[in-house]
Nanobody
Framework: QLQLVESGGGLVQPGGSLTLSCAASGWTLYYYNIGWFRQAPGKEREAVSCINISSDGNTWSADSVKGRFTISRDRSENTVALQMNSLKPEDTAVYYC????????????????WGQGTQVTVSS
């Protein structure tokens, strides 16, 4: 079974940057839609950004993060990164990566595999 592991979370000041990474061993993430989601305390989980199966540049991002967050694949490392710039306190949440092997566009797919999450806290 595909197991995903997120890393890179932490505490950062407003305006700062963090890069999250989603990794899997034994499975090639290139053959999956990969999505980043987040859930803040007391709020529903929301989609942040995703990248389509067998694609390096076919991506989608939520309006709330467009221009600030960038999703990308590193095929040599078999990882998907979420580069987060100009972070705001409202970006504070647990961030999850998820995967599904489907041709349904990543922003409309239902994801089968989920990581355990990594905490991102934006605070001064």
């Amino acid at each position: 079974q595909l197991q995903l592991v997120e890393s890179g979370g932490g505490l950062v000041q407003p305006g700062g940057s963090l890069t999250l990474s989603c990794a899997a061993s034994g499975w090639t993430l290139y053959y999956y839609n990969i999505g980043w989601f987040r859930q803040a305390p007391g709020k529903e989980r929301e989609a942040v950004s995703c990248i389509n199966i067998s694609s390096d540049g076919n991506t989608w991002s939520a309006d709330s993060v467009k221009g600030r967050f960038t999703i990308s694949r590193d095929r040599s490392e078999n990882t998907v990164a979420l580069q987060m710039n100009s972070l705001k306190p409202e970006d504070t949440a647990v961030y999850y990566c998820a995967a599904v092997s489907t041709i349904v566009p990543c922003d409309r797919a239902e994801y089968d595999y989920w990581g355990q999450g990594t905490q991102v806290t934006v605070s001064s």
